[in-house]
């Protein structure tokens, strides 16, 4: 279980994300999350063999077919796969010098979790990094989504 503290530190000071899994159609979970990070500051680079073959960009960032042929450092590394499919990119992220492995919301693979957490990385489960930087960092506004936080002042 992650603390507000701890996200709060992964959204602040890693700025690169690698998302895995990252679509290039505009009404796709994971295009809309990367579009958002994106328009945020943050460097999106996506991970998707089905389009890095034909040499498709999506958001205007190259596609790569795994996160080791990524040739810039990698801050986080945002999965949008089945929870199966996890393990081999934790994998990859260890291997690539990631900082942290972030499983989207109904993403939970433990075995991943516990690989990178031994290696040192952060690691977040079962949580959308949109929704989390917008709650931690005052994206959400009167929505009407319950953040849990009581605050008069927004975070720095």
């Not at 603390?3 to 290039?24: D, F």
């Not at 994971?30 to 991970?47: D, I, L, T």
């Not at 077919?65 to 992220?93: G, H, N, T």
Request: glycine content about 6%.
């Amino acid at each position: 279980m992650n603390t507000i503290e701890q996200l709060r530190k992964i959204l602040r000071h890693y700025h690169t994300l690698a998302v895995v899994g990252l679509s290039a159609e505009w009404h796709r979970p994971s295009y809309f999350a990367a579009k958002y990070m994106q328009e945020r500051g943050y460097r999106v680079v996506p991970v998707n063999p089905r389009y890095a073959a034909s040499g498709t960009e999506i958001l205007g960032e190259r596609c790569y077919a795994s996160l080791l042929e990524i040739p810039v450092p990698v801050d986080i590394v945002d999965v949008f796969r089945r929870s199966e499919d996890v393990l081999p990119i934790a994998q990859q992220a260890v291997q690539i010098g990631a900082h942290c492995l972030w499983q989207q919301i109904g993403v939970v693979n433990l075995e991943a979790d516990q690989l990178v957490r031994d290696a040192g990385l952060d690691s977040v489960m079962d949580r959308c990094v949109k929704i989390e930087y917008a709650r931690l960092f005052g994206g959400l506004n009167l929505v009407g989504v319950d953040t849990k936080i009581i605050s008069a002042r927004r975070p720095v």
